[in-house]
T-cell receptor, first 110, second 112 residues
């Protein structure tokens, strides 16, 4: 099945800095999602982005399906951006299971 | 507000005491599933349901049961919880024709 690789695994930023997180896939990308898991454990949907570019406030994402990767941009980071960022893709098959990367753990310091 | 809700959010229990974690969605989604998240193992699918009365095993179904009697609800049942079921549990839902999945807030379960 598809494999998902995220980089970097850890990131420390000063408040106000920008960052780029990357997701690479071993197979075709059709249903990519980005999530933020906050320090309380909640999974927040950020983007559903099988292709193209989307923006939501200080966050934006780009998926280049033909190259099998996706990027998440965080601009002017805030302490509330801290947590773990996951990308995930639906596994081919009937169970619609999401295949997850290991995540990027982000800490934004004031 | 469109959402997936789970209850309880936190639970500490003892080995062997039956429990149910409820999951409800108000988006009229046909597809629902349960995941557990453990350090170093990521999120793994427990069970899923394509529609009412249609459920199937995911990757780690042992020790769990589910039911889907109504479209909006998909409870996770632990008949005889054991300490290795201590985990963070998530319920998710989506339209089968639409692929974005929406997650509940999570249930942190500790089995002593």
């Amino acid at each position: 099945g598809i494999q998902v690789e995220q980089s970097p695994p850890d990131l420390i930023l000063q408040e106000g800095a920008n960052s780029t997180l990357r997701c690479n896939f071993s197979d075709s990308v059709n249903n990519l999602q980005w999530f933020h898991q906050n320090p309380w454990g909640q999974l927040i949907n950020l983007f559903y982005i099988p292709s193209g570019t989307k923006q939501n406030g200080r966050l934006s994402a780009t998926t280049v399906a033909t190259e099998r990767y996706s990027l998440l941009y965080i601009s002017s980071s805030q302490t509330t951006d801290s947590g773990v960022y996951f990308c995930a893709e639906i596994n081919a098959g009937n169970n619609r299971k999401l295949i997850w990367g290991l995540g990027t753990s982000l800490a934004v310091n004031p | 507000e469109a959402q997936v809700t789970q209850n309880p959010r936190y639970l500490i229990t003892v080995t062997g005491k039956k429990l149910t974690v409820t999951c409800s969605q108000n988006m009229n989604h046909e597809y629902m599933s349960w995941y557990r998240q453990d350090p170093g193992l990521g999120l793994r699918q427990i069970y899923y349901s394509m529609n009412v009365e249609v459920t199937d095993k995911g990757d780690v179904p042992e020790g769990y049961k589910v039911s889907r009697k109504e479209k909006r609800n998909f409870p996770l049942i632990l008949e005889s919880p054991s300490p290795n079921q201590t985990s963070l549990y998530f319920c998710a839902s989506s339209h089968p024709g639409g692929d974005e999945q929406f997650f509940g807030p999570g249930t942190r379960l500790t089995v002593l």
